[in-house]
């Protein structure tokens, strides 16, 4: 959840200390950030994903990431965490990615993908034709849930979100209207590997 952010700690702060949990929305996918700040029609869309294969932010299989799978897991597991009862079933997803994508091996997918450069190239150029930026965002508010790709003005939280950062937004009975922000580095061995290397320190102390 986030490489090493400390978000289920700070989630689990709030409720502790008497809080409760409204809403919250968030980037949660490295590899979808890191995809969208880095295609731009120039290349294809297809070439960008395998960049973030190759750099390590996605799952061994990209579609668990473009399908907006691995992001649905992590908004269920926000959503228990702040008490909610809540299975995959429950989670709304709006997938961009065309149906045929998703089927066959993983060299079928970015072959599927070429195929389909200009579905992508539409979905790049309606955003930038409203000076908007692409975001798939995750969405939880009072026990619904849903994930999906938005168009991100620049007067939202998440329009400066470079690389492969994530970001959540905690609106609580305490943050109400500016919510509690949680920003940084959402992928890569490194910073996820610190962060499971904590986990074992502070396993071992408790």
Known sequence: MGASLPIIGTLNDLLRSGDNIHKMQAVLSGTLNFVFNNYDGKKSFASVVKQAQDEGYTEPDP??????????RKIMILARESGEHMEMDDIENSSFMPEECMQGSVEDFYSSMEKHEAHFKKIYDE???????????????????????????VQHDFYHLYGKDNIVLFYTDRYTEQPLVIKGAGAGAAVTASGIFADIIRASRS
């Not at 579609?63 to 649905?72: A, P, Q």
């Not at 009072?142 to 003005?153: E, F, P, W």
């Open 127 to 153: 955003a930038e034709a409203k000076n908007c930026k692409l975001k798939f965002v995750a969405d939880y508010n009072n026990g619904k849930a849903k994930v999906g790709l938005q168009h991100i003005d």
């Open 63 to 72: 579609r668990l990431d473009l399908g907006g799978k691995d992001v649905m």
